[in-house]
C-alpha cells in the first residue's frame, strides 16, 4: 500500500457518521457540561451503552472539543493546563489504584500515600490544572466483582468527586452498569444526565431507515474522499440485510468488516471496491455479534431474511 492509499484509510478511520441516537447522547453530554459550567453541583453524565455502539467514539469526540493539555506560566512557575482528563479505569481497579493512575495522568505519581492524601492530591491538581470535564472510562471495573462493598465504595468515591471537583464528570461503561448505580440515590441524583446507545436495528422503518443512512454515508464517502470509481451497492436491500446478518447491528462490527474490505480493496490499485471485497474482508474478520456461520455477503434475500427474524425472536426470548 503506498503512502497516499495510507493516508486514505486513516482519514476514513476517523470518519464519523452521525445518527438519532449518538446525536441525542451527544447532545445530553453538552446539557450536563453546560449545567455544571453554570451551577456545578449534581451535574454528572453517564454514557451507556454495549460493546461496539459508539462509546469511544463519543468521548474521543468530547476531547477533540477542548484545547490540547499544554504548559503555560502561571505566577512565574511552568503548570500543565488540562482541559479535558481522560482516564481508563483498569481491570480489577480499586479506588486507590484508580486515583493513582489519574495522577499518573497529571504528572504526579504518589503511589504510597493513604487515600485522604491521594483524593487531596487528585481534587489539587484537578483545581490547579484547570480541568473541566473528568471522563472516567470503563467505570464497572472499579467493582467488576460486583460486590456490595465494592459497589459502595466506588459509589462513595464518585460522591465525594463529584462534591468536590463542582464540574463535569462523565462515567462510562456497558448497559448493565445502570441498575447498580441507581441503588445509591446519592450517586444517582449526583449524575441524572443519561445518554443511551444501542446496536443498530431493523425491526422498524425508522431503524431500517437509520442503518441504511450509515451505508449511504459509506459510498459516498468511497467515491467522493477514498475516488474508488466502483463501489458497491450498500444501500439495496440485500446489501442492507448482509450487512447487518455481518454484524448483529455493531457499530465496531461493521468498521471492522468494512477497514478489512477496503485494504483488500486498495491493495489491488485500480480504484475499484467490490462485493468481492466484503465477501473476502468478513472471512477475514470473526464478529462476536454476527447473526450467521455463513457469508453473509453471498447469501440470497430470502435466507438473510429468515436469518435476521430467528434472531430477533431469539433476543425477544432471552
Known amino acids: 500500500m503506498n503512502p497516499e492509499q495510507k493516508v486514505k484509510i486513516r482519514r476514513w478511520a476517523t470518519l464519523t457518521i452521525l445518527h438519532p441516537e449518538y446525536s441525542n447522547a451527544v447532545d445530553t453530554i453538552h446539557r450536563a457540561i453546560e449545567s455544571a459550567g453554570i451551577i456545578g453541583d449534581s451535574s454528572g453524565a453517564i454514557l451507556l451503552g454495549d460493546s461496539g455502539t459508539g462509546k469511544s467514539r463519543i468521548c474521543s469526540q468530547l476531547i477533540s472539543e477542548y484545547p490540547a493539555a499544554s504548559f503555560m506560566r502561571v505566577n512565574g512557575d511552568e503548570q500543565l493546563i488540562m482541559p479535558v482528563a481522560y482516564c481508563r479505569v483498569p481491570n480489577d481497579a480499586t479506588v486507590k489504584s484508580l486515583m493513582t493512575r489519574m495522577l499518573r495522568g497529571f504528572g504526579a505519581y504518589r503511589p504510597w500515600q493513604n487515600q485522604e492524601a491521594l483524593e487531596n492530591c487528585l481534587f489539587s491538581k484537578l483545581d490547579k490544572c484547570q480541568t473541566q470535564l473528568l471522563i472516567l472510562d470503563e467505570w464497572p471495573n472499579l467493582y467488576r466483582t460486583e460486590t456490595a462493598k465494592a459497589i459502595k465504595l466506588a459509589a462513595d468515591f464518585a460522591k465525594v468527586l463529584s462534591d468536590s471537583f463542582q464540574r463535569a464528570i462523565l462515567l462510562v461503561g456497558e448497559s448493565n452498569i445502570e441498575g447498580s448505580l441507581d441503588t445509591h440515590s446519592a450517586l444517582a441524583n449526583r449524575f441524572p444526565y443519561r445518554a443511551y446507545l444501542h446496536p443498530f436495528s431493523l425491526k422498524t422503518q425508522d431503524d431500517w431507515n437509520i442503518f441504511r443512512k450509515i451505508l449511504r454515508a459509506y459510498a459516498n464517502y468511497f467515491t467522493s474522499e477514498m ?32 477497514k478489512e474490505s477496503l485494504l483488500n480493496a486498495l491493495s489491488r490499485n485500480d480504484q475499484t471496491f467490490l462485493t468481492e471485497d466484503l465477501i473476502i474482508g468478513w472471512r477475514r474478520i470473526k464478529i462476536a455479534e454476527r447473526l450467521t456461520g455463513k457469508n453473509p455477503f453471498e447469501m440470497q434475500t430470502s435466507e438473510l431474511k429468515k436469518i435476521i427474524a430467528e434472531a430477533s425472536i431469539k433476543r425477544t426470548k432471552g
Open 227 to 258: 475516488e474508488f470509481s466502483v463501489v458497491p451497492p450498500m444501500t439495496d436491500e440485500k446489501m442492507i440485510l448482509a450487512f447487518y446478518a455481518a454484524t448483529g447491528g455493531n457499530f465496531r462490527g461493521l468498521f471492522s468488516i468494512i
